[in-house]
């Protein structure tokens, strides 16, 4: 894993560009804390910073091959899982390797095949390949959009990079949000709309996305969506192909040559992650697999049981370390650390997010780092196969709205009457092309119909601002999170899974629980979905309270004139009046009042400037 960033113009000189050139690989160093590495030609420059995981000593960026009098170089951030079936097939065409990189093998793919290159892949990945016979720089995501990619065009040249900060080290890139920004930022943040990039022009590599610039025209191309298709498996061959397709997923993902370790929550799907790479170790001779947990001071004393969150994880991590024997560490969070961190959250980000639920991922992977390069973690499964309550809940399915925020009356009740009038039509707009672009069968049944549209807007939408999350907070740790559940091949398997196979036996995910009934516990299996924990002290929600109101008091802040001072105060003396979350379930009045104050630091952070 890595940062990626690149300039391609060709009136510019860049060797008078030095200082601009240093400062956005400087901005990318949390990235790649271990090597870097810039390419400068007549038409472009390259910039690499790298976290070295697979062949330390040789797999060095930018990298440059030459075959058949084609010149191509590539800066490249990601893991391919079948790199060596990959290169199996290069070297039947003739090619050399001189590294065991996987680096080495996306750019012999492309010289290869072209911009179909993509389709050969199979992993997390986004990367840029200047191509000096065609004159043009090539730029590819994954298909699921793990890994990051935003581009700033203009007039006469483009920019990328892995982060929105580094783009923001050129001086042609400006701190402006206009209208559409502020849509982004005060009715649908943390989330994004997918390829926006929040300030003005700067945009992001849509998942499965490619794009070419030859210094005149970027042209895009979507590679991959997801495909309605017939599903022909019984449920009983259905169980089957699902455990296989996670096995052989999780699998692919444990080969590093640097430490590695698991995320447990004692989820369903941290567990099977956990179980099957401990399963792998013994099998391959490695010992015990190491494991990690988070929580939260004084959470024993002020836990509540909820309708999102009925059980707490530390009894569950305990029963599934010692089932499949693990070396398990909890990690503590400190709710003063936890508030502090929220504006590092912002740095991490390079916009506000998930609150504490992204700053206490950002802790939990520093502590982590401190052992380990090399992580899983059990992300998107609720996605992909039916996990969250909102797919269960008839009252709340058939809803014409995005279901993890059903209503704008909160964030309304916050901004001063009038704000972004036609902000609720845009917000309105997104859902309903994310439904439309849909694809279904003729032949399927009202609820699977309506279950295509739930996992397009889970996959497009809610699962991309948590693959935001957990790049961010880990990449500024120089940690790489790697997320088995994201194999395109689990993804589309699950988008064809008829609902009544999906949900087996009435159950969120029921099909995975079948798939790994008798392999895990059955208190695991049978445990209900439990979200990512988060603090429950009531010394957290004061702290973001005295700092929220003390930003209400300041003339000077960029907030102010844009909220509404009494509907902020109501959900500081009354914050369980809210009947609904801000974004899903972890974000209620707490995580409103820290987004506010993530709100303040990024508007002074950036100096931005909201334009008309």
């Known amino acids: ?23 956005m690989s400087q ?36 990298m440059t091959r030459v075959r058949k009098n084609n010149t191509c170089t590539i800066v490249y951030n990601g893991e391919i899982y079948n790199t060596a079936e990959v290169r199996e097939e290069l070297i039947s065409f003739g090619f050399e390797f001189s590294t065991k990189s ?17 389709h ?61 920004g502020l849509y982004e930022l005060f009715l649908i ?18 998942p499965g996305e490619c794009a070419s610039f030859n210094g005149k025209q970027l042209m895009r191309k979507r590679y991959f969506t997801l495909k309605a298709k017939e599903h022909t498996s019984d449920p009983e061959h259905s169980i089957e192909e699902v455990r296989e397709l996670l096995t052989d997923s999780i699998e692919r993902q444990l ?53 999102f969150q009925p059980t707490p994880d530390s009894e569950f991590i305990g029963i599934m370390s010692s089932a499949i024997n693990s070396e398990h560490h909890e990690y503590i969070a400190d709710n003063h650390d936890l508030f502090h961190a929220l504006k590092l959250a912002v740095d991490a980000r390079d916009l506000p997010g998930m609150t504490d639920v992204d700053a206490s991922l950002l802790m939990f992977c520093g502590k982590i780092k401190e052992d380990f390069t090399v992580a899983l973690s059990g992300e998107c499964a609720d996605e992909l196969f039916g996990g969250y309550p909102w797919y269960h809940d008839s009252n709340i399915l058939f809803d014409d709205n995005f279901p993890w925020s059903r209503s704008l009356d909160i964030r309304r009740s916050i901004l001063i009457k009038g704000y972004l009038p036609r902000g609720d039509e845009y917000v309105k707009q997104r859902y309903l092309d994310t439904c439309t672009h849909t694809e279904k069968l003729p032949t399927d049944s009202r609820i699977d119909r309506r279950m295509r549209e739930m996992f397009s807007l889970n996959f497009y939408w809610f699962m991309q601002t948590l693959l935001d999350r957990k790049d961010r907070m880990s990449m500024y740790n120089g940690l790489e999170v790697r997320v088995p ?39 695991i299996i049978d445990r209900k979905k439990s979200p990512y924990p988060k603090t429950h002290d009531p010394l957290y929600f004061q702290l973001c309270a005295s700092a929220v109101t003390e930003i209400l008091k300041d003339k000077t802040s960029p907030l102010y004139g844009i909220l509404d001072v009494n509907g902020v105060n109501a959900i500081i003396q009354d914050p369980e009046k809210i009947s609904s979350p801000w974004y899903g379930q972890l974000m209620r009045a707490p995580q409103i009042l820290a987004y506010i104050i993530q709100l303040d630091y990024w508007f002074r952070k950036y100096n931005v400037e909201i334009c008309d």
Not at 29 to 43: K, L, M, T
Not at 102 to 118: I, K, N, P, Q, R
Not at 490 to 511: Q, S, T, V
Request: proline share 4%.
């Open 255 to 307: 080969v590093s040559d640097v430490p590695l370790c698991c995320f447990l929550s004692g989820g369903l799907d941290s567990s099977i992650i956990s179980y099957t790479a401990s399963k792998y170790y013994k099998q391959h001779g490695l010992g015990s697999v190491n494991t990690y947990s988070i929580d939260y001071r004084n959470n024993d004393k002020y836990f509540r049981k909820s309708r």
């Open 102 to 118: 996987d680096t080495e093998v996306v750019l012999a793919s492309y010289m290869l095949w072209g911009e179909e290159c993509v």
């Open 485 to 523: 559940f994201c194999d395109y091949r689990i993804a589309e398997y699950a988008f064809n899974l008829p609902w009544n196979i999906k949900a087996m036996n009435g159950r969120e995910k029921g099909i995975v629980r079948e798939a790994y009934r008798g392999l895990l516990p059955d208190s």
């Open 189 to 206: 943040g943390p989330g994004r709309s997918p390829g926006q990039g929040v300030f003005k022009g700067i945009e992001e590599l849509l």
């Open 1 to 23: 894993m890595c940062g990626i960033a690149g300039w391609f113009d060709r009136s510019v000189n860049f060797m008078k560009q030095k200082k601009t050139i240093k400062r």
């Open 120 to 180: 050969r892949l199979n992993g997390i990945f986004a990367f840029a390949i200047m191509d000096k016979s065609r004159g043009q720089l090539f730029l590819a995501r994954d298909r699921i959009g793990v890994k990051p990619l935003f581009f700033y065009p203009y007039d006469k040249g483009l920019l990328f990079a892995s982060e929105i900060d580094c783009l923001m080290q050129n001086p042609l890139v400006k701190p402006v949000v206009d209208e559409q």
């Open 27 to 62: 901005s990318l160093s949390n990235r790649g804390p271990d090597d870097s590495g810039i390419y400068v030609d007549d038409d472009v420059c390259l910039i690499h910073r790298r976290l070295a995981v697979i062949d330390v000593e040789n797999g060095r960026q930018p």
